[in-house]
């Protein structure tokens, strides 16, 4: 080993070590308590919109270096302006490691434009990328209703503003206000004027609080930090999409913003908006009065001319005796020939009657009749002979059913000396096994019926029958 090495290993036992950990929050600590309040110009680099977290990471550069930025999501939501790529920006906040990496940031608290030109830069940037979305173009904007019944107006409630507004609209022509408060300035001012805007759109026409016909939004005058609310995308955006016809009137009349391109007319004041909003209700009066009068001497002098055409035009025509006078003389000629004629047609009629009359003959008639009688006599005597066959042959049958009837009823059998023996419900029976001793029975006859009971032991087989004839009818019983 060389000396040198040797006296480098010695001295290297009396250095304090350190673990890395150790180092870096030492470093940590250092820088913190030495930059522990900063403020950083220079322009946003790498930025692409918050993370996933919440979290916005970046870095500032200027021409000969670059340091990681972080805003964290709780600040980001407060923030006035939003960070945009290549904006120069003045960022308030602390110095900080990291110490996973070994680098340095700065955790932004605060952040403003770097002065009006950055912010006129960023405005001119975000009117162009706008208007090539086609939120300005002239065919997109509507006219204006002559007079609507209700105006919605979003701005602050208090201030001179909405006063004006409200005098200006009393003096022209008092109309329904509905006010949608907001706050027209400050980190929050921006989404509030655009939900006031959408809530204005989705309200009922019918509904309790009815929905405007006209909006206007209005501020008073201000820097261009101070109207910057309105130069915000999502408000933009929300005057571009309302369906309601909107009149911008933010700032004074040098005062230009954003939402003065989207909106469907701008007026320099809030005054003018009143203005634009609503006619002045006198000079309607009187315009509608002078019109009257003008309509009043047109129709006097309408019906004066129309007058005197007529009688013109009545002293061209003849007397109506005169118009009558010939009509009435062919009438009476008429008359006269009509009387006569009716006479003569009817002598015509008369002669030829008469003449019909000598050859006319009742004989004809009463053959007629008379053969007719003797067909209708012939007919009713076939019909009462079919008829009389018919209730014979019906006779005969009904007899013959009769008969036949009788033969097959078992009255017959009783009349030849049999009986019928039933049981309690007057089923017949056909043998006596199975009846105990004491069972009521029913012997029918041809006659009459008896009841009887039955008797104790097995009933005797009948005897077989003699072969000669008995002298009287016979019974059958059980």
């Avoid at 920006?89 to 955790?107: D, E, F, H, N, R």
């Avoid at 403003?112 to 405005?123: F, I, K, N, Q, R």
């Avoid at 009629?349 to 008469?354: E, G, M, N, S």
Wanted: hydrophobic share 40%; net charge positive.
């Amino acid at each position: 080993m060389a000396a040198s090495d040797t006296s480098a290993a010695a001295g290297s036992g009396n250095v304090h070590e350190f673990s890395v950990s150790e180092i870096s929050f030492a470093l940590k600590k250092t820088v913190e308590d030495t930059y522990g309040h900063v403020r950083v110009r220079g322009e946003i680099t790498g930025y692409r919109g918050p993370h996933s977290s919440g979290h916005c990471y970046f870095g500032l550069k200027d021409d000969k270096a670059r340091i990681d930025a972080v805003i964290w999501k709780g600040n980001f939501g407060r923030l006035r302006f939003k960070p945009e790529e290549g904006m120069e920006v003045i960022a308030t906040g602390k110095l900080t490691t990291y110490p996973g990496s070994s680098k340095y940031q700065i955790v932004i608290e605060h952040l403003e434009p770097a002065g009006v030109g950055a912010l006129m830069a960023l405005l001119e940037e975000r009117r162009r990328k706008l208007a090539a979305e086609g939120l300005f173009a002239a065919e997109r904007k509507r006219a204006l209703p002559f007079l609507p019944d209700v105006i919605g107006i979003v701005t602050s409630p208090t201030g001179a503003v909405i006063r004006d507004i409200l005098h200006r609209l009393a003096d022209r022509f008092p109309r329904h206000v509905v006010v949608w408060p907001v706050r027209v300035q400050g980190e929050t001012s921006a989404a509030e004027v655009a939900a006031a805007i959408a809530g204005f759109n989705r309200m009922d026409k019918n509904g309790k609080i009815p929905r405007p016909d006209l909006l206007i939004v209005a501020r008073g005058g201000g820097s261009i930090e101070d109207l910057w609310s309105f130069n915000e995308e999502i408000v933009v955006r929300a005057a571009a999409e309302s369906a309601i016809p909107l009149i911008s009137a933010v700032g004074h009349e040098t005062d230009t913003t954003l939402i003065d391109f989207a909106a469907d007319r701008r007026a320099p004041t809030p005054t003018a908006a009143a203005e634009m909003a609503v006619p002045v209700r006198a000079d309607l009066v009187a315009e509608v009065q002078d019109r009257a009068r003008r309509l009043m001497r047109g129709e006097a002098r309408t019906i004066e001319a129309a007058r005197n055409e007529l009688r013109g035009m009545a002293r061209g025509l003849p007397r109506p005796a005169d118009i009558v006078a010939l009509p009435r003389q062919r009438f009476d000629a008429a008359s006269d020939r009509l009387g006569r004629a009716l006479a003569r047609a009817a002598e015509v009629k008369r002669a030829r009657l008469h003449r019909i009359e000598g050859r006319l003959s009742i004989a004809p008639i009463e053959r007629r009749i008379a053969e007719a009688r003797r067909r209708a006599g012939e007919m009713n005597a076939r019909a009462l002979a079919a008829e009389k066959r018919l209730v014979t042959d019906n006779a005969r049958r009904l007899d013959g059913l009769s008969k036949l009837l009788e033969s097959y009823s078992y009255h017959g059998v009783l009349k030849r000396g049999f009986a019928v023996v039933r049981d309690h419900a007057g089923k017949p029976l056909r043998s006596g096994a199975g009846l105990k001793s004491g069972t009521p029975l029913e012997i029918e006859f041809a006659a009459d019926r008896l009841g009887v009971v039955a008797a104790p032991g097995a009933p005797e087989k009948p005897k077989p029958a003699a072969k000669a004839k008995p002298e009287g009818p016979q019974g059958s019983l059980l």
